[in-house]
């Protein structure tokens, strides 16, 4: 799913121009940092956090940012993905052309995912999708048993058997799923949701072991089920795994969701059971199209929080009035603190990447990451994070991560 680099002169897309990979100077001050509520620069490195015996560098060193999707150079990757496991390994996914045009002319999209203990050496990108329809936007989660689930959107072209180039005249959306021992090798299991218009997951695994997989949909009706005389209408779902796969879709309340359209939902989960959603939210009567956002100059980045997975409360806006607020992140930060991040834009601006606390403050530019549908994670170094974004431009995007210390 291609989306660019964020404009708002003109609400538009302005793919990336970058001479080089230069990364941008720090440029936050300590007394400043403290006056937003953002983090200050720190210096100290982090302590060692080998395995038992090892009393050498840290496992995950800061360092410049490197190249996690190889062996694409002429291709296009985008929409990545983060893990960290509970035993301290990290995986990214995203989406990718590498396999090239098959034989009817189209373009083979899919999902690939790599992995690495130390942040250094990663293997190989293996595929995780597979089949004829086009595989984006992809999110990971880890089991209670320690295997691997993903979850992506599955775009299938219609009619059935079409070529891309002459007759093809709509799509049917849907979520797919897949699980994996060890990240290595991947067992498909289906549609997750059964369209027509459902994508950008989000999974979360409570820690009872309850899988919740969170959507954005249209076509579906207050009570989860499929009504296509909402197909003008873009709202929030969660299905939650069973025995036999994942339930019946379930909308959330809670959100104050009227003259709004809600899309691109982030969850994550605490220790204690509480669910932190970010969203993007922009008044309804636009696109439903998940890419056409980024030409929504009301677009927002909101906030709201659950302790059943369905049923949210405290649904406020933690963007910037008059910017352009879109894919949020949540997650929770080396130094134990909630965070939200996001790409804005001020009218007439280029986009940048900003985060602000969960629970309220200033949002604060990150000078750590570039380019565009970043995603951040704390690692088990102490002090340490780990980053991945889309960076390059049209039509030879690539995905970048970085180990760094906020």
Not at 19 to 47: D, E, H, N, V
Not at 220 to 240: F, I, N
Request: aromatic share 8%; charged share 20%; with cysteine.
């Amino acid at each position: 799913m291609h989306v660019g680099r964020l404009s708002l002169a003109g609400f538009g897309w302005e793919p990336e121009r970058r001479a080089s990979r230069s990364r941008r100077p720090r440029t936050r001050q300590f007394l400043a940092a403290l006056a937003l509520g953002c983090r200050p620069p720190s210096t100290a490195p982090p302590p060692t956090d080998g395995p038992p015996g090892d009393t050498g560098s840290p496992r995950y060193v800061p360092g410049d940012a490197f190249e996690l999707s190889p062996g694409n150079e002429a291709g296009q990757d985008e929409d990545p993905a983060i893990l960290v496991t509970a035993t301290g390994e990290l995986a990214c996914a995203w989406y990718s052309n590498r396999n090239g045009t098959r034989e009817d002319g189209s373009v083979d999209k899919q999902i690939f995912l790599v992995q690495s203990g130390d942040g250094v050496d990663w293997s190989a990108p293996v595929q995780v999708s597979a089949g004829v329809d086009a595989a984006f936007a992809p999110s990971l989660a880890q089991l209670s048993d320690g295997s691997l689930v993903a979850a992506w959107w599955r775009e299938i072209l219609l009619p059935a058997g079409c070529d891309p180039a002459v007759d093809c005249t709509g799509t049917d959306n849907r979520i797919a799923w897949a699980t994996s021992a060890d990240g290595a090798s991947w067992q498909a299991q289906g549609d997750a949701t059964s369209g027509p218009g459902d994508w950008l997951p989000s999974l979360v695994v409570s820690p009872d072991g309850r899988v919740l997989l969170y959507f954005a949909a249209v076509a579906r009706g207050a009570d989860g089920s499929v009504d296509l005389g909402q197909a003008g209408t873009l709202r929030l779902y969660v299905a939650e795994r069973g025995a036999d796969g994942f339930g019946a879709p379930v909308r959330l309340t809670g959100l104050a969701e009227d003259g709004f359209a809600d899309s691109y939902p982030a969850v994550a989960v605490d220790a204690g059971g509480t669910l932190r959603l970010a969203w993007s939210r922009y008044a309804a009567g636009g696109s439903v199209d998940p890419s056409a956002i980024i030409s929504e100059s009301s677009a927002d980045t909101w906030v709201a929080t659950s302790t059943d997975g369905v049923a949210f409360s405290g649904a406020r806006s933690i963007g910037t009035p008059g910017d352009l607020d879109v894919f949020p992140w949540v997650y929770l930060d080396s130094a134990g603190a909630w965070r939200v991040a996001w790409e804005t834009a001020s009218a007439g601006g280029a986009g940048r990447e900003v985060e602000a606390l969960f629970d309220g403050g200033v949002a604060s530019d990150r000078p750590e990451i570039e380019g565009y549908t970043w995603r951040i994670l704390a690692t088990p170094s102490p002090g340490v994070e780990v980053g991945a974004w889309v960076g390059g431009s049209e039509p030879t995007q690539k995905i970048e991560g970085r180990l760094f210390v906020p």
